[in-house]
């Protein structure tokens, strides 16, 4: 099977040609788009990762990823931007972003979050399945159940929930859980990380994760 495609969203030439060029080098198939309503039409089933510029000519970019995460539930969403305002950054994770990378950034960073957005699955997927309470992970199909009705996730949602049931009644530090879902280095800041986990909240039920202050999360098997 081919590996998935991705799909640059970026109205800046410079940034835009760069992009296609480096991920290209490292075997990517990369194809470009300058506008967001360009955006349905290009990411085809076969685009795994969408890299998406917020400050796009003709539509915002945060109304780009919500319209694309209403119907690619299964596409990872890396937002690249200079906005750097906290409320910008929890936009773009509501809206359905996987990730934010802040310009300007290092070609390695850039590089490692493609990685990880294009990895799939947090556990072994020999194990088949993952039990926990009233939910359950076919790790093999990624698809998650709430006593017996589907969930659905976005990549990250399930690959973090995959680890956290993986180990139920544990406390999972947030240093793991930026390495092991991520693919990075806790350097301060997990945004990322606590978006996601409001939203699989909101989804499994707000007593389903703990938050241990300062040191991680943990999923109660009740």
Do not use: N
Not at 40 to 55: C, K, N, Q, S, Y
Not at 73 to 102: H, K, M
Not at 158 to 177: C, H, K, P, Q
Not at 193 to 205: A, E, I, N, P
């Amino acid at each position: 099977m081919a590996a998935p495609a991705i799909l640059v969203v970026e109205d800046d030439d410079a940034i835009g040609e760069g992009l296609v060029r480096v991920l290209g080098g490292h075997g990517y198939t990369v194809t470009r788009v300058s506008t967001g309503g360009a955006v349905p039409r290009a990411a085809g089933p076969d685009v795994g990762l969408v890299i998406l510029d917020l400050g796009l000519p003709d539509i915002d970019g945060i109304e780009v990823c919500r319209r694309l995460r209403a119907t690619r539930s299964d596409v990872a969403i890396l937002i690249l931007s200079a906005r750097d305002q906290e409320l910008d950054i929890v936009a773009g994770l509501d809206a359905g972003a996987d990730d934010y990378l802040q310009k300007p950034f290092k070609l390695s960073e850039l590089l490692a979050r493609v990685r990880a957005q294009l990895r799939r699955g947090a556990g072994d997927p020999a194990i088949g399945t993952l039990e926990a309470g009233a939910v359950t992970l076919d790790l093999a199909a990624r698809r998650a159940f709430s006593a017996g009705d589907e969930v659905h996730l976005r990549p990250k949602e399930f690959d973090l929930l995959a680890l956290l049931v993986s180990e139920a009644g544990r406390v999972v530090t947030r240093e793991r859980i930026m390495s092991a879902v991520w693919d990075t280095e806790w350097m301060g800041s997990t945004k990322t990380l606590d978006m996601h986990v409001v939203s699989l909240r909101q989804k499994f039920g707000a007593a389903t994760i703990t938050t241990l202050r300062g040191v991680g999360y943990r999923f109660e098997a009740e």
